[in-house]
């Protein structure tokens, strides 16, 4: 597989963690699944820091599986749809230069703003209840994520492969676990400064929805290989 697919799944990632619907909600997440209290931060910041690491490491784990299953189902089912590949590409092209416009707020689609969150009094009990829970939050954040976890899911439909398709979703999974673990470890700055990062949040967005329409025009061109040359000399 080339590079490039990767280098954008793994972009992908990150602009879903920094998502105007996710983004905001982290810190009280973190909190919520380690139980650690803002008190224990002030008493034991090392101790806080490293129980709160592990717990979001089993939560990382988590929902990486469900994103990884997806990547590999969507694979999976452009590998029996070998025979209509083209036309599979240019529908999916297709689609996720809508998404993008979507994000542009070009087009307005109530469907994919809808959000599903989840229910906090669920409280994770362990390493195990942290898994699970992470499990959860990617099913509840789908709807959130959509636009750009969809894109992604395309470009893994119409790979050539199921390793090259998981192999997306493993990036895009990586995306997403970096800055949760260090928002994790950190907690206690990542909290001011995530406060600033939400000023620039409609940026993100735009990028997010720039990145899509690129992505989209790579399918619907299929020029993947063609960049990755090019980009290789």
Do not use: H
């Not at 969507?74 to 689609?95: E, K, T, W």
């Not at 959000?115 to 959130?144: E, H, N, T």
């Not at 999974?173 to 001011?192: E, K």
């Amino acid at each position: 597989m080339s590079n490039i697919p990767v280098l954008i799944a793994f972009i992908a990632g990150l602009l879903s963690f920094f998502s105007p619907c996710i983004l905001p909600l982290i810190p009280s997440y973190i909190l919520f699944l380690t139980g650690v209290t803002v008190k224990e931060y002030q008493v034991d910041i090392n101790s806080a820091r490293r129980k709160t690491l592990i717990n979001a490491l089993f939560f990382v784990l988590g929902f990486s599986l469900v994103f990884i299953a997806l990547g590999a189902t969507a694979s999976a089912i452009g590998q029996v749809l070998m025979a209509y590949r083209s036309a599979l590409r240019i529908a999916g092209g297709l689609m996720v230069i809508f998404l993008g416009l979507f994000l542009l707020r070009v087009i307005n689609l109530s469907l994919l703003q809808t959000q599903f969150g989840l229910d906090l009094r669920l409280k994770p009990d362990g390493y195990l209840g942290a898994f699970i829970f992470g499990m959860g939050f990617s099913a509840a954040w789908v709807p959130c994520a959509g636009p750009i976890l969809g894109s992604i899911l395309v470009l893994a439909s119409v790979s050539s492969s199921l390793n090259n398709g998981i192999i997306l979703l493993v990036f895009y999974s990586m995306g997403v676990a970096v800055p949760f673990v260090l928002a994790a470890w950190l907690l206690d700055l990542a909290i001011v400064y995530i406060k600033k990062v939400q000023q620039l949040l409609g940026w993100i967005e735009t990028v997010s929805g720039v990145l899509l329409i690129l992505i989209g025009l790579m399918i619907l061109t299929n020029s993947q290989q063609v960049v990755s040359t090019w980009l290789g000399r």
